[in-house]
């Protein structure tokens, strides 16, 4: 059984930082793109980072350069999501998921990530 499992989610000011962690368990872990979504409820889930199966190919959404870094640890089976300079238009439900690739190419279709943790809450107040 596939379980990922996020954590370090919470409430922030706005400026603020937060570390996103999720690990990950029964696939081996380096064989697998790593990506963060995020979900505001009545919007489509949006892709904000991917990190290829060694962490030296790395991808962001144009909305969060600058202020958040993906990493990875495969030593751990961990992923994590360091966001700095938090904004209001951050908040949002934020899932990790596996990709069925070594690579993230240039695709953010959710249906290519066949594993998803459950998600992981950040608000980030004004």
């Known amino acids: 059984q596939v379980q990922v499992v996020e954590s370090g989610g919470g409430l922030v000011q706005a400026g603020g930082s937060l570390r996103l962690s999720c690990t990950a368990s029964?696939?081996?872990?380096?064989?697998?793109?790593m990506g963060w979504f995020r979900q505001v409820p009545g919007k489509e889930r949006e892709g904000v980072s991917c990190?290829?199966?060694?962490?030296?190919?790395?991808h962001y959404t144009d909305s969060v350069k600058g202020r958040f870094t993906i990493s990875r640890d495969n030593a751990k089976n961990t992923l994590y999501l360091q966001m700095n300079s938090l904004k209001p238009e951050d908040t949002a439900m934020y899932y990790c998921?596996?990709?069925?690739?070594?690579?993230?190419?240039?695709?953010?279709?959710?249906?290519?990530?066949?594993?998803w943790g459950r998600g992981t809450q950040v608000t980030v107040s004004s």
């Open positions: 998921a596996a990709k069925a690739t070594l690579g993230c190419y240039s695709s953010w279709l959710t249906d290519e990530f066949p594993y």
């Open positions: 990190i290829n199966y060694q962490g030296d190919r790395i």
């Open positions: 029964g696939l081996t872990f380096e064989d697998h793109a």
